[in-house]
C-alpha cells in the first residue's frame, strides 16, 4: 500500500516537473519554441520519462494551458464569488490586463493556443470547458450579485456572463493586435452598466 502511493506520488511530481519546465520554456519561447527535447533537458528527464506521463508533445501543451488558463480563472473568480462581487472579479481581471498576466504571460500569443486548439481536439475541448466553466460560475454570482442588489435585476445573469466572456476574449485579440485598449475604464464601464439604476430622487 506505502510502495504503490510512494511510486504514485513519484510519478506525479515526475509530471508536474516536465509541466512546470513546458510552462518556463513556452513563457521564454512561446508555444512553438522549445523542442521536446529541450524541455525534457530542462526538467532533467529522458524523453522515456515523458512517454511515461504524455503521449506527445500537444498532450503536454494541453495539461500547460489547463494548469494556466484554469489556475488565472480560479483566481480571478474565487477574488468575488464568496462575496457574489461581480466588481471585484471585474477589477481583478483589469489588473491581471495591465499587469500583463493575461492573455499569458511571456512570449505565448493567444493565435498560438488557438492553432494549438485546431491541431489538437483534446486541446479545443479543453479549452471550451474552462470557457463554460468560467461562465457557468460567473452567472451564478451575477445571479447572487442580483439577490444582494447590487447587480441590475432586470438583467438575465446567463448573458451577463457571455458579455464578461466576449469582453474577455476581445481583450485577448487586442492584447494580440496590440491595439490600444485601457482594461480598468472598460472595467468601470461596464460595472456602471450592471449596477443596479437608482430612483430618481423627488424634488
Do not use: W
Not at 464568496?82 to 493565435?111: M, N, Q, W, Y
Request: aromatic residues 4%; hydrophobic residues 50%.
Amino acid at each position: 500500500m506505502t510502495t504503490t502511493k510512494t511510486r504514485a506520488e513519484a510519478a506525479e511530481k515526475t509530471r508536474a516537473r516536465l509541466i512546470d519546465a513546458a510552462t518556463e520554456l513556452f513563457a521564454r519561447e512561446g508555444l512553438g519554441g522549445p523542442s521536446l527535447d529541450a524541455i525534457c533537458k530542462h526538467a532533467g528527464l529522458t524523453r522515456g520519462a515523458f512517454y511515461v506521463h504524455f503521449s506527445s508533445r500537444d498532450d503536454l501543451i494541453v495539461a500547460v494551458v489547463e494548469k494556466i488558463m484554469g489556475g488565472f480563472i480560479d483566481a480571478i473568480l474565487m477574488a468575488g464569488e464568496a462575496g457574489a462581487d461581480l466588481a471585484t472579479i471585474v477589477r481583478t481581471f483589469a489588473i491581471a490586463v495591465k499587469s500583463g498576466a493575461f492573455p499569458f504571460r511571456g512570449e505565448v500569443r493567444p493565435h498560438q493556443i488557438l492553432e494549438a486548439c485546431a491541431r489538437s481536439p483534446e486541446l479545443h475541448a479543453t479549452y471550451l470547458e474552462l470557457i463554460e466553466q468560467a461562465r457557468a460560475r460567473l452567472a451564478i454570482t451575477a445571479r447572487r450579485g442580483q439577490e444582494a442588489g447590487t447587480v441590475r435585476a432586470d438583467l438575465d445573469a446567463d448573458a451577463v456572463a457571455q458579455l464578461l466572456l466576449a469582453l474577455v476574449l476581445g481583450t485577448e485579440i487586442a492584447t494580440e493586435l496590440d491595439v490600444p485598449h485601457d482594461a480598468g475604464a472598460v472595467a468601470e464601464n461596464v460595472l456602471r452598466m450592471l449596477a443596479p439604476v437608482s430612483p430618481p430622487v423627488s424634488p
